[in-house]
C-alpha cells in the first residue's frame, strides 16, 4: 500500500451553536484549545504509519479559525514533514473569527484554501439561523481573504432557509457574482434532527421552491464560469476541491479529533465525541469500528460518484444492481452516452437515477 493521502482533523470549538448545526461541537471552553491541540498532534502521531504522502489537508469543525494562527501553525508543522509539495490545506473560517491580520497569519502558517462559512448575506436570514457574524463582516471577510494570497477562497451558502424569499437568494447570487470566488458550496439546508430549528417545529422548504432555487443556483453559476463539478459545489476550472474529490472518489482518509471519521483499507471507525474524554486519551480516543465489505463499498462508490460530473465508470464502481435500468434512463435523458454519464436533467435528479440503479436497505 502507499498510504492514506487525505487527512481530515477536527477543530469543534465555537462560540455558540447555530440554530441549524448538528455538528460535533463543543461550545466555549476556549481554554482547553492547547490541550486539545496536544492530543490532536499525539492521535496523528500514533497513526502517523498509516500516512503516505498526503495531497490533501483539511481542518474542519466547529470553527478552526477561532484556534488562532499559532496553534494552526503548530498543528501544520506537525504534519508538514509528510505533506506533498503542492499539498491542498483547506480551512474553514468564520467571518466573525477574522480579520486582514488573521487572515494573513493563516496563510502564513500554511492554509493554501480559505473556506469561508457565510450562509447569507441577508440579515434577516443570518438572524434565522443564529449565525454570529454580521452581512458586512461576511463581506469583509471574503474581501480580506481574497487580499491575503490564499490559491483558492471559497464560500459556503445556503437555500432553503426558513423566510427566504427568491428576491434573497437573488440578492445572495448579486454578492456572490460581484465577490467572484475561486469555489463556491451552495446547500439546500436540512432541518436536522436535535437542532433548535427542529425544535421550534421548522418545516423544510416548499419542494417545488427549493427545486427552483437550486435550478437557479445551478443556471446562474454555470452562466459565470463556474463548473458544476458535484451536486453542491461549483469552481472555477481547476480550482476543485481537492480534499472533497477524494471522499467523492471513495478515496481512504484518515480523520482525526473528536466525532472523526476515517476509512482506511476497508474499515472506518469514529472517534468518541466529548473533548475532556478526547484529551485525556492522549492520542489513543475510545472508537466506534466498522469492517466494510465489498458490496458495502460498491454501494458507497455509486452513491458519491453520481454526485460528480464526471463519466461514470462501472470498472471502478463495480455492476451496479440493475443494469437493466440504463435504457429506461437513457429513454427519459437522465443518462447520456459515449462517455457514459448522468445528463444534466439527470444530474437535478440524482437520487431517483441512484435507486433506479442500486438497492439501498
Ligand atoms: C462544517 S460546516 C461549518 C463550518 C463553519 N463552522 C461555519 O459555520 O461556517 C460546513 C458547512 O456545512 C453547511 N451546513 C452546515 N449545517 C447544514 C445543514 N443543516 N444543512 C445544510 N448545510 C449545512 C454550511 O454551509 C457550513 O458552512
Ligand atoms: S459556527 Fe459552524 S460548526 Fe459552529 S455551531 Fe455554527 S454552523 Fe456549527
Redesign the pocket.
Known amino acids: 500500500m502507499t498510504g492514506v493521502r487525505h487527512l481530515y482533523a477536527h477543530l469543534p470549538f465555537?462560540s455558540s451553536r447555530?440554530g441549524?448545526?448538528?455538528?460535533v461541537v463543543e461550545t466555549g471552553g476556549l481554554d482547553r484549545r492547547d490541550a486539545y491541540l496536544d492530543a490532536v498532534i499525539a492521535e496523528l502521531d500514533a497513526q502517523e504509519q498509516k500516512l503516505g504522502e498526503l495531497d490533501t489537508v483539511y481542518l474542519?469543525?466547529?470553527?478552526?479559525s477561532l484556534m488562532r494562527a499559532r496553534r494552526i501553525g503548530r498543528l501544520l508543522e506537525s504534519i508538514h514533514p509528510g505533506l506533498a509539495a503542492d499539498a491542498e490545506v483547506s480551512m474553514?473560517?468564520?467571518p466573525e473569527t477574522v480579520d486582514h491580520a488573521a487572515l494573513r497569519a493563516f496563510r502564513a502558517a500554511g492554509v493554501t484554501r480559505a473556506?469561508?462559512?457565510?450562509?447569507s448575506f441577508q440579515p434577516h436570514l443570518l438572524a434565522a439561523l443564529d449565525?454570529g457574524a454580521s452581512a458586512e463582516q461576511a463581506r469583509a471577510a471574503v474581501e480580506c481573504a481574497q487580499d491575503a494570497g490564499f490559491e483558492s477562497v471559497s464560500i459556503?451558502?445556503?437555500f432553503g432557509v426558513p423566510g427566504q424569499t427568491p428576491a434573497d437568494l437573488e440578492a445572495d447570487i448579486a454578492v456572490v457574482r460581484e465577490l467572484s470566488p475561486e469555489h463556491v458550496?451552495w446547500?439546500?439546508?436540512?432541518?436536522?434532527p436535535g437542532?433548535a430549528l427542529e425544535r421550534i417545529g421548522t418545516l423544510p422548504p416548499d419542494e417545488d421552491a427549493s427545486a427552483e432555487a437550486y435550478r437557479r443556483v445551478v443556471d446562474v453559476l454555470e452562466d459565470a464560469g463556474y463548473r458544476w463539478y458535484e451536486t453542491a459545489n461549483f469552481a472555477r476550472p481547476g480550482f476543485e476541491c481537492r480534499h472533497s474529490l477524494g471522499y467523492w472518489h471513495a478515496h481512504d482518509y484518515l480523520g482525526i479529533g473528536v466525532g472523526a471519521v476515517s476509512t482506511v483499507e476497508g474499515r472506518r471507525w469514529r472517534n468518541a465525541s466529548g473533548v475532556d474524554a478526547y484529551v485525556a486519551a492522549a492520542g489513543q480516543p475510545s472508537q466506534t469500528n466498522e469492517d466494510l465489505d465489498e458490496d458495502l463499498r460498491r454501494r458507497e462508490r455509486w452513491m458519491l460518484a453520481l454526485r460528480l460530473e464526471e463519466p461514470i465508470d462501472i470498472a471502478r464502481l463495480g455492476e451496479p444492481d440493475h443494469p437493466e435500468n440504463f435504457d429506461l434512463l437513457r429513454t427519459h435523458g437522465l443518462l447520456d452516452d459515449e462517455p457514459l454519464a448522468l445528463s444534466r436533467e439527470g444530474r437535478f435528479v440524482q437520487n431517483s437515477v441512484l435507486h433506479r440503479l442500486m438497492e439501498y436497505a
Request: some cysteine; glycine content about 12%.
Open positions: 465555537c447555530c441549524y448545526c448538528a455538528f474542519g469543525g466547529g470553527t478552526p474553514e473560517i468564520n473556506s469561508i462559512g457565510v450562509q449565525r459556503d451558502l445556503l458550496s446547500y439546500e439546508l436540512e432541518i436536522k437542532t
